[in-house]
């Protein structure tokens, strides 16, 4: 059950609430917005047609703002499983900086704000999407699946691959078919780079009680969910040069990043650390799959920049 409302300071912590700009700042999770954003932009350009530099940079504000109220009203509702975990601690909430109210007003506020911008300045599909995107992740996600079932991040997933769709969107108005691979390389992406950080912070979510895969399923399998779903990644990522969506630049750097994740998947697979000191294998895949993920976005912007 979800104590947010009535969210106490960590051990040690003082009980007056002293929350500054840095911990607004924190609450909007500027490490994940910065991927969404970037993501976003690219599937902007990547979109047929153009929009005035000032349109683009409004649609790119508008999701990034969104992104942030999700992430705030995440962090309102999970304040008491975030305070049983090291990674997230000290985060405003659950360290007593701010109070819980002052923390859904604002991603409420924010989230309202950026869905109505989006469809008076750019057009009412893109603003739909956003809107699905904020409640996909807050409700779907943190309130409905993250503390009942350890798929909680497969179908989550989505609320990651849903900003793709509303950079599209603003541009042209429609979500086309390659507005949803673009969706799908997000969505199959999102398994094996969320399960690698989650192998070696397993204890974590084990005492916050969270079902995450290698809380329920123990270690092995959760490998092997990590080499599954890299083997039906790939194959998407170059799904759209395969259509004529994309040409083969973008189609041999999806192929050459593709091999290097596979690689680094069954290194996974094949590992037998029980400590996360000894987890060599889990944390090289974590890391390069952002690394991965944003190299394969750029290279689409290229080819479409780039090649007639």
């Known amino acids: 059950m ?8 960590a051990a040690g912590v003082p009980e007056t609430l002293m929350a500054d700009w840095r911990d607004y700042f924190a609450l909007l999770k500027p490490r994940v ?44 509702y999970e304040a008491d499983i975030d305070a ?45 999407w956003l809107a699905v995107s904020i409640l996909f992740y807050v409700v779907v996600y943190t309130a409905w699946l993250k503390r009942r079932t350890p798929q909680n991040i497969v179908i989550g997933g989505a609320a990651g691959a849903f900003p793709v769709i509303c950079g599209w969107a603003a541009v042209t108005g429609d979500t086309p078919l390659m507005a949803w691979i673009l969706f799908a390389i997000i969505f199959l992406w999102t398994p094996p780079h969320f399960w690698a950080l989650a192998l070696f912070m397993e204890a974590d979510y084990a005492k916050a009680g969270v079902p995450m ?27 759209p ?12 750097t999806a192929l050459t990043l593709g091999a290097l994740f596979l690689w680094m998947a069954v290194k996974v697979a094949r590992s037998r ?4 000191a000894d987890m060599l294998a889990e944390k ?19 080819d479409r920049l780039l090649l007639p």
């Not at 979800?2 to 300071?9: F, G, I, L, M």
């Not at 895969?213 to 969910?225: I, S």
């Not at 650390?273 to 996360?276: E, F, G, K, W």
């Open 2 to 9: 979800n104590n947010s409302a009535t969210a106490q300071p």
């Open 33 to 76: 917005m910065t991927l969404v954003i970037f993501t976003a932009a690219c599937a902007m350009v990547a979109a047929p047609g153009t929009m005035h530099p000032f349109l683009a940079f409004t649609g790119i504000l508008c999701i990034a703002v969104a992104a942030g109220a999700a992430g705030a009203l995440n962090q309102w």
């Open 84 to 128: 049983l975990m090291k990674r997230t601690a000290r985060r405003p909430l659950p360290a007593g900086k701010m109070d819980p109210r002052e923390a859904l007003a604002f991603g409420v506020i924010l989230g309202t704000g950026a869905v109505a911008v989006m469809g008076l300045a750019l057009n009412w599909v893109a603003a739909a």
């Open 213 to 239: 895969l290698p809380v329920t399923h123990g270690l092995l399998e959760t490998r092997r969910q990590i080499l599954l779903y890299s083997l039906l990644l790939v194959p998407v990522t170059v799904a």
């Open 241 to 252: 040069t395969l259509l004529g969506l994309a040409g083969w630049a973008y189609g041999g």
């Open 273 to 276: 650390a029980l400590l996360p």
């Open 284 to 302: 090289q895949l974590f890391k390069f799959s952002l690394l991965y993920l944003a190299c394969l976005f750029g290279a689409l912007v290229a």
